[in-house]
């Protein structure tokens, strides 16, 4: 369970920084996942590592990229 979490995350920071989905962005995760920009940003660039935050955090990104997978077949 613990390297799906981590792989739907890696795949959401993925898709973030992928100009083939420009209506994913770290602002609008950020919106609607609670998790700040900041966080996203740090995530993106490797200045944070996934294994390092916090387990709320980890779901609010998981289920975001769960929702993006079942609603836009990513």
């Known amino acids: 369970m613990e390297i799906d979490i981590i792989e739907k ?26 998790v700040t920009a900041v966080v996203i940003s740090k995530l993106n ?3 944070s590592k996934i294994d390092n935050i916090s387990l709320s955090t980890a779901l609010a990104l ?3 990229m769960e929702q993006l997978e079942k609603d836009q077949s990513i």
């Open 9 to 34: 995350i890696e795949k959401l920071l993925d898709l973030i920084q992928d100009p083939n989905y420009p209506q994913i962005t770290g602002y609008k995760v950020s919106k609607e996942t609670g």
């Open 45 to 47: 660039t490797g200045k």
């Open 62 to 64: 998981y289920n975001y």
